[in-house]
C-alpha cells in the first residue's frame, strides 16, 4: 500500500483533485438520478470489488491494477463529497439569512 501511494502519488493526487472539481460541479448541475435498483447493483459491484482486494483472490498485475483502481475511486469519492460541500457552503453564505 505504501508503495502505491510513494509511486503513484501523482495519479492519486489527480483522481482527488478530479472528484474535487466534478464535486464542484455537481452541486450547480443536477443530472438525472441514478435509479435504485442501479445504485444496489453498483453496490454490490464496489463489494465485491473490495471483498476481493482484501482476500488477496486476484493474484499478480491484476490484483495490483485491482488495488490501485480501487484507492483512486475511493479518493475520487472523498474528493467529490469534499468539493460538493465546500461549493455548498460557499454558496449558501451568498443567500440572506429568513
Given at each position: 500500500?505504501?508503495?502505491?501511494?510513494?509511486?503513484?502519488?501523482?495519479?492519486?493526487?489527480?483522481?482527488l483533485l478530479l472528484g474535487f472539481a466534478m464535486g464542484w460541479i455537481a452541486v450547480v448541475h443536477r443530472g438525472p438520478a441514478v435509479s435504485r435498483r442501479?445504485?444496489?447493483?453498483?453496490?454490490?459491484?464496489?463489494?465485491?470489488?473490495?471483498?476481493?482486494?482484501?482476500?488477496?483472490?486476484?493474484?499478480?498485475?491484476?490484483?495490483?491494477?485491482?488495488?490501485?483502481?480501487?484507492?483512486?475511486?475511493?479518493?475520487?469519492?472523498?474528493?467529490?463529497?469534499?468539493?460538493?460541500?465546500?461549493?455548498?457552503?460557499?454558496?449558501?453564505?451568498?443567500?440572506?439569512?429568513?
Amino acid at each position: 500500500m505504501a508503495y502505491l501511494a510513494t509511486f503513484f502519488w501523482g495519479w492519486l493526487l489527480t483522481s482527488l483533485l478530479l472528484g474535487f472539481a466534478m464535486g464542484w460541479i455537481a452541486v450547480v448541475h443536477r443530472g438525472p438520478a441514478v435509479s435504485r435498483r442501479l445504485a444496489l447493483w453498483l453496490s454490490v459491484l464496489v463489494a465485491a470489488l473490495l471483498a476481493a482486494a482484501l482476500a488477496r483472490i486476484v493474484p499478480g498485475r491484476y490484483g495490483y491494477w485491482l488495488d490501485l483502481g480501487l484507492i483512486m475511486f475511493a479518493l475520487y469519492l472523498i474528493g467529490c463529497a469534499i468539493g460538493s460541500w465546500l461549493r455548498d457552503w460557499v454558496v449558501s453564505r451568498g443567500l440572506p439569512r429568513a
